[in-house]
Nanobody
Framework: QVQLVESGGGSVQAGGSLRLSCAAS????????MDWYRQAPGKEREFVAA????????GYADSVKGRFTISRDNAKNTVYLQMNSLKPEDTAKFYC??????????WGQGTQVTVSS
């Protein structure tokens, strides 16, 4: 079992930046990616970014490429999402996810990001 706690959300004007953090309750293993998803009101949850255990492999949704950066600190069991040049369409609740090649996925409770124009 892994508990995930997100933090760092808030309200910001368009063009601003936020850094989200997701702390896991225990060490995640080399077969686990750590990912960020988001869900806007009335929309389905969508993939934002992913990082492999080593951090050497990352992936991004086209909508955030060049603006968001995912990173992880395995010593702290934490994954980060640096979000720059935020747009109103980035407004959503952001969720942390641990996805391993075996076993269930784990989700955090989410952190709200609101971007005003």
């Amino acid at each position: 079992q892994v508990q995930l706690v997100e933090s760092g959300g808030g309200s910001v004007q368009a063009g601003g930046s936020l850094r989200l953090s997701c702390a896991a309750s225990r060490r995640t293993f080399s077969n686990c990616d750590m990912d960020w998803y988001r869900q806007a009101p009335g929309k389905e949850r969508e993939f934002v970014a992913a990082t492999s255990w080593s951090g050497s492999s990352t992936g991004y949704a086209d909508s955030v490429k060049g603006r968001f950066t995912i990173s992880r600190d395995n010593a702290k069991n934490t994954v980060y999402l640096q979000m720059n040049s935020l747009k109103p369409e980035d407004t959503a609740k952001f969720y942390c996810n641990v996805h391993c090649t075996s076993g269930p996925d784990y989700w955090g409770q989410g952190t709200q990001v609101t971007v005003s124009s």
